[in-house]
């Protein structure tokens, strides 16, 4: 019922910036929370960004002031802004959809820092 094609990952050095993209097809409405996950080689997935139906962002330390969530509702998109990049970044990256009590996951874009 519902996809999420995910877009934006790649090679970038340390310091560059990338801008992931996620964008929900199906019956999505407005009244949605989105996020965005990551998994790297030898952690825990993690939390990386998440934003309310009504805007509300949600960052860990790892990454405040350096990553930004938003979203599209119209384009009913979800992008992440990722400035300064270092090494430790390196991850799989999931985009997230909660639909009330449904969660949607997008099927995983790499970003790599090199080192």
């Known amino acids: 019922q519902v996809q999420l094609v995910e877009s934006g990952g790649g090679l970038v050095q340390p310091g560059g910036s990338l801008r992931l993209s996620c964008a929900a097809s199906?019956?999505?409405?407005?009244?949605?929370?989105m996020g965005w996950h990551r998994q790297a080689p030898g952690k825990q997935r993690e939390l990386v960004a998440s934003?309310?139906?009504?805007?509300?962002?949600n960052y860990p330390d790892s990454v405040k002031g350096r990553f930004t969530i938003s979203r599209d509702n119209a384009k009913k998109t979800v992008y992440l802004q990722m400035n300064s990049l270092k090494p430790e970044d390196t991850a799989v990256y999931y985009c997230?959809?909660?639909?009330?009590?449904?969660?949607?996951w997008g099927q995983g874009t790499q970003v790599t820092v090199s080192s």
């Open positions: 997230m959809l909660r639909l009330s009590s449904l969660v949607y």
């Open positions: 199906g019956s999505i409405f407005s009244n949605y929370a």
């Open positions: 934003i309310s139906s009504g805007g509300s962002t």
